[in-house]
C-alpha cells in the first residue's frame, strides 16, 4: 500500500469572516505542502465558518463562499488533493458539502447526508440532506469521506482504504466519549484507518473543541490533535498503522478539560472586542479570583486588571484578603472608594424603614454602576463572575449579583465546580493559589434565603446536587427527594429555580459548557405563576 502523506489541517475560522478564512485556509495549505502532504483535510463548513448562523440565509454570502472556494484551489497543486468544507449553493437548495479540490480545480463534492436537529445545533435550518456515499481513487488508495455525525451511521460502509471525516462537533465530555468511542468501532469494523479533522472554535451556541485524530484499523487513537488550540500535523500511513507519532496527552480530568475550554472562550472572545484588554470586579469570592486567573493565562498579565470598591459596608478583611491574592498573582489592582455625600445620602433617606441589608444591597448597586463606568474610563472590556448556582436561584449575595455585562463566562458553570477548578489549579502548580482557608470556606458555605427551605440556613453543596440533577440529569422533583434529600429545600429549590425564569434574559454571553445552558436548552414557561404548581408533579 502506498505510504501516502495525510495532512490533518485543525483550524478556526471565524463564522461570516469569509476573506479571513480564505487566507488562513491557503496559508495552512502553504504549511502542509511544505511538509510533504499529500492528503490535506479540513474541517467541515471550513470557508464560512460554522458558526455563520442566518448569514447561510444570504444569497451574497453564499456566492462569496463560492468564490473563496475557487480562490482556494488556485494553491492545490497536481498530484495533492485538499478536503474543504463549505456551503454548497444548489436550485434544490443549500447543503453542508466538502468540495474535493486537485491540480487548481474542484474535481468533486460529497453532500452531509445526516443533518443534525439536537437541542443544541442548528443545521436543520438551513441545510438539507445528501444522499449517497462518496468516494475516490488518489494514489492507489480508495478513499471515502464522511462529516461529522455520518460517523455513528449504522449502516455498511463502502470498503475503503482510508477514510477522511470532516468535522464540526462541539464540545461536551459525554459527547467527546462517544465520539472516540464511535471512531474506535468504526475503524475496527471498516478495517480502516479514519482521519477525523475537527473545528476549533467559539460560536454564538457553543465551543468547538478541536481534538482531531487518526484512528488506525485495530481501533487506536495513533494521532491526536491538541484541544481548544489550532493544530496541524502531516503523518505517514505507515505512522498511522505502527504507532510512530506521538499522541498528544488528553486532558488528566473533566475539570482540566472545563479548564481548558474557559480559557479558550475568555480569549476568544476578550480578542474581539475593541479593548483587548479584561476588568474583573473583585469582591471576595472564589469565583472572581478563579476568573481573573484563568483570564491572566489566557490574555497574559499585561491585559487583565481587578477592582475593589471598598465602602463602610465591608469587611477590611476582605479587602486584605483581595489585595494578597492580587499581590501573590502579580496582578494589577485598582481600588476605589464608594464613600461621598451622594451616595450615603440617598441611602439614609429610607431612615428607619429600611434595615442594613437593604442600605448593603443599595450601596452594592452603585458600586455595580462604577464597574461599568470604570472599565470604560480603564478602556477594559467587565467581565462578570456570576456562576450557574447564583443564575438558576436569583441569589444576589455579592456586587456581581447587580453587575451584569455582555459576557458571564462562569455563567453555565456551577459553583461546585467552580471550587473543582481551584483546587485543580492548586494541584497542577504546586501551590496555594488559592487558600485553602477560601476552599474551606466554600465547600461549606451556607445560605439563608426565605425561599429556601422556609427560610433555614441550606448548605450550598446540596442546592447543585438538586440542580444538578434536575437540570442536567433531567431527575423528576419525586426521584430527587427519593435519593435521600430534604423533602422541602428540594421544592423550594426547584420553585426558586423556575420563579427566576424572567430574570435570565439579562444573561450575557457564554456558550454551552453543561449539558443544559439556560441560555439555549432550557425552555420553560416564564409568565406562570410558580407558587401555585404542584412542584413534586415536575
Not at 459548557?513 to 414557561?525: A, C, E, G, M
Request: aromatic share 10%; net charge negative; charged share 25%.
Amino acid at each position: 500500500m502506498y505510504n501516502l502523506q495525510i495532512g490533518l489541517m485543525q483550524v478556526s475560522s471565524i463564522g461570516g469572516d469569509v476573506q479571513s478564512n480564505t487566507k488562513r485556509i491557503i496559508d495552512a495549505i502553504h504549511v502542509a505542502q511544505q511538509n510533504g502532504a499529500e492528503l490535506i483535510i479540513f474541517p467541515e463548513l471550513c470557508v464560512s465558518g460554522y458558526g455563520a448562523d442566518d448569514l447561510f440565509l444570504k444569497d451574497q454570502f453564499l456566492d462569496s463562499c463560492q468564490w473563496a472556494l475557487s480562490q482556494i484551489a488556485a494553491h492545490v497543486k497536481p498530484q495533492e488533493v485538499v478536503l474543504l468544507g463549505y456551503p454548497e449553493k444548489t436550485d434544490a437548495g443549500l447543503y453542508s458539502s466538502i468540495a474535493i479540490m486537485t491540480d487548481g480545480k474542484i474535481v468533486g463534492n460529497h453532500r452531509k447526508t445526516t443533518i443534525p436537529s439536537e437541542k443544541f445545533c442548528t443545521e436543520h435550518r438551513y441545510f438539507k440532506s445528501g444522499e449517497g456515499s462518496t468516494t475516490f481513487d488518489f494514489k492507489g488508495l480508495r478513499i471515502g469521506i464522511l462529516v461529522s455525525e455520518e460517523i455513528f451511521l449504522d449502516v455498511d460502509m463502502v470498503d475503503c482504504d482510508l477514510f477522511c471525516c470532516c468535522s464540526a462537533f462541539p464540545w461536551s465530555r459525554e459527547l467527546s466519549i462517544e465520539r472516540e468511542q464511535c471512531l474506535h468501532s468504526l475503524s475496527r469494523t471498516t478495517n480502516a484507518p479514519i482521519v477525523y479533522v475537527n473545528h476549533v472554535g467559539v460560536t454564538r451556541d457553543f465551543l468547538l473543541e478541536g481534538s482531531s485524530s487518526i484512528t488506525n484499523e485495530m481501533g487506536k487513537t495513533s494521532v491526536l490533535l491538541k484541544f481548544f488550540e489550532e493544530d496541524s500535523v502531516v503523518v505517514s500511513m505507515n505512522q498511522i498503522k505502527y504507532h510512530d507519532h506521538p499522541i498528544y496527552p488528553k486532558p488528566e480530568s473533566y475539570k482540566q478539560e472545563l479548564y481548558w475550554a474557559i480559557k479558550y472562550v475568555m480569549k476568544a472572545f476578550i480578542e474581539q472586542t475593541p479593548e483587548k484588554k479584561m476588568l474583573v470586579l473583585m469582591d471576595g469570592t472564589l469565583n472572581c479570583q478563579v476568573i481573573l486567573y484563568i483570564a491572566m493565562r489566557a490574555l497574559g498579565a499585561d491585559n487583565v486588571s481587578g477592582l475593589y470598591i471598598s465602602s463602610r459596608f465591608d469587611s477590611p478583611k476582605i479587602q486584605s484578603q483581595v489585595k494578597a491574592f492580587m499581590d501573590n498573582l502579580g496582578a494589577k489592582l485598582y481600588v476605589w472608594e464608594l464613600e461621598n455625600d451622594l451616595v450615603h445620602g440617598f441611602i439614609g433617606q429610607g431612615g428607619h424603614i429600611v434595615d442594613d441589608v437593604w442600605k448593603k444591597e443599595a450601596c452594592d448597586r452603585f458600586k455595580a454602576a462604577m464597574f461599568i463606568s470604570v472599565a470604560k474610563l480603564l478602556q477594559a472590556f467587565p467581565v462578570n463572575s456570576r456562576h450557574k448556582t447564583e443564575v438558576a436561584m436569583g441569589v444576589q449575595e455579592n456586587i456581581s449579583s447587580f453587575a451584569f455585562t455582555e459576557f458571564m463566562p462562569l455563567s453555565d458553570v456551577y459553583y461546585a465546580q467552580v471550587i473543582g477548578l481551584a483546587e485543580c489549579i492548586n494541584k497542577y502548580k504546586k501551590a496555594e493559589i488559592f487558600s485553602y482557608e477560601k476552599l474551606e470556606y466554600s465547600h461549606n458555605l451556607m445560605v439563608r434565603k426565605s425561599f429556601l427551605n422556609n427560610g433555614e440556613l441550606a448548605k450550598v453543596s446540596d442546592i447543585d446536587e438538586i440542580l444538578i440533577l434536575y437540570i442536567e440529569r433531567s431527575q423528576s422533583v419525586k426521584q430527587i427527594i427519593n435519593r435521600g434529600y430534604d423533602k422541602d429545600l428540594v421544592i423550594s429549590v426547584i420553585r426558586r429555580l423556575h420563579q427566576e425564569e424572567p430574570n435570565r434574559v439579562k444573561l450575557g454571553f457564554c456558550p454551552t459548557l453543561s449539558l443544559r445552558s439556560f441560555q439555549k436548552d432550557w425552555l420553560f414557561p416564564p409568565l406562570v405563576d410558580w407558587n401555585n404548581i404542584e412542584i413534586t408533579n415536575l
